[in-house]
């Protein structure tokens, strides 16, 4: 069946006039006759009664009109979901390193969507080194990336924004010696046991330590940021802390400020070659609001 003389068929019958029916679609009283004439053929029934005030459906029209309201309306939604595939654009793909996530990029989508109500996100966590590449093959559209490992990778086509420079800070189990110092000397922790959540990351404490006069004596590498927190709590060790994560560390670790403490910087990057694009200028301008 042809979509066209099903639509006039369920005209008739709910207007039960061909000719109110013709009028409603804007066709001819014959050209909607010839309409129902070839449904009728094609099904072999007879689907209309004709009477003195119009037409009415017979027994097997009554059956064609119920599926041809299912019919008709799955149809008009496929039709409606198409046009609307073609003008709405698809999800802004963003990338982030895991502390990022902690409190900023929550905060910034919230912005985000302040301005955005329907605005699609999608998020990718993972390092620096894997974030990038993920902008230069196109399968994120902006990263939050920092220098922390030290420097980041060189990549031609990627431009770089500012976005903060992270101060880190040492996490303590609580009844440390030193948790009741209000800042703390990194030199300090020479002794102490440290834990670590992933082999880049202890090389970059190695290298903060070794700027304080020290070796960390490193021996737990967890795996996991949840991991790590919970050996420090437990007493196994002592952690440094980025700014961006100290609000979201357990209650049961005692933060502290390193005295002169070294830091991250934090960028936003985007593709270079990029034609300029709302929803990224956008979530840019919420990132820079949620610090």
Same mark, same amino acid.
């Given at each position: 069946m042809e979509l066209t003389p099903l639509r006039a068929f369920r005209e008739v019958c709910r207007l039960g006039s061909i000719s109110a029916a013709a009028d409603q679609l804007g066709y001819t009283q014959s050209a909607v006759s010839r309409q129902l004439a070839t449904l009728e053929s094609q099904l072999g029934r007879t689907l209309l009664t004709r009477h003195a005030r119009g037409v009415q459906p017979t027994a097997a029209g009554e059956v064609l009109l119920t599926h041809a309201a299912g019919i008709l309306a799955q149809v008009d939604r496929a039709t409606a979901d198409v046009a609307a595939a073609g003008s709405r654009p698809g999800p802004l793909r963003v990338g982030a390193f895991p502390t990022a996530s902690a409190q900023l990029l929550p905060k910034a989508l919230k912005r985000f969507h302040r301005d955005r109500p329907d605005a699609r996100i999608t998020f990718a966590e993972g390092t620096t080194p894997t974030l990038v590449p993920g902008l230069l093959d196109a399968t994120i559209d902006l990263a939050v990336i920092t220098d922390y490992p030290p420097g980041l990778p060189a990549a031609d086509g990627i431009e770089l924004l500012h976005l903060l420079d992270d101060r880190l800070h040492v996490a303590l189990p609580i009844g440390h010696r030193l948790t009741g110092h209000e800042e703390i000397d990194l030199a300090e922790l020479a002794e102490d046991s440290w834990v670590e959540d992933y082999p880049g990351a202890a090389a970059v404490l190695t290298s903060v330590c070794a700027r304080a006069g020290f070796a960390p004596r490193l021996e737990i590498v967890c795996g996991t940021w949840l991991g790590k927190q919970a050996f420090v709590a437990a007493g196994y060790g002592v952690m440094l802390a980025p700014g961006l994560? $100290? @609000?979201?560390? +357990?209650?049961? !670790? $005692? $933060? +502290? @400020? !390193?005295?002169?403490p070294p830091t991250r910087t934090v960028y936003v990057a985007t593709r270079a070659a990029d034609e300029p694009c709302g929803a990224v200028d956008a979530f840019v301008g919420a990132l820079r609001e949620s610090i």
């Open positions: 994560v $100290v @609000p979201a560390l +357990r209650p049961d !670790l $005692v $933060v +502290r @400020p !390193l005295t002169e």
